[in-house]
Nanobody, 112 residues
Framework: QVQLVESGGGLVQAGGSLRLSCVASGILFSINDINWYRQAPGKQRELVAT???????NYADSVKGRFTISRVNAAKTVYLRMNSLKPEDTAVYYC??????WGQGTQVTVSS
């Protein structure tokens, strides 16, 4: 069974940085595209960043230039490096593999 476990969230001041990690198991990791989503209170879940099996990356306009997604296939891990954090980045961040695989989420809170 597929498991995705996120970590690395926390409380940080505006302008600070965090690195989220997502470790996968139960799936052939290297052939899958991986997404990071986030959901703020009262808002819909939104796609933040994608890294394809070929290492192509895409970002939401709101995070371009500040967030970097990367992956290490040998470790079945995907990362989201978040710099210059803003209060509006506050949300629960989820790792996703298409076809319905989600982690439990990790909370990121950015104070002003």
């Amino acid at each position: 069974q597929v498991q995705l476990v996120e970590s690395g969230g926390g409380l940080v001041q505006a302008g600070g940085s965090l690195r989220l990690s997502c470790v996968a198991s139960g799936i052939l990791f290297s052939i899958n595209d991986i997404n990071w989503y986030r959901q703020a209170p009262g808002k819909q879940r939104e796609l933040v960043a994608t890294i394809t099996s070929g290492f192509t990356t895409n970002y939401a306009d709101s995070v371009k230039g500040r967030f970097t997604i990367s992956r290490v296939n040998a470790a079945k891990t995907v990362y989201l490096r978040m710099n210059s954090l803003k209060p509006e980045d506050t949300a629960v961040y989820y790792c996703n593999i298409p076809r319905g695989h989600w982690g439990q989420g990790t909370q990121v809170t950015v104070s002003s």
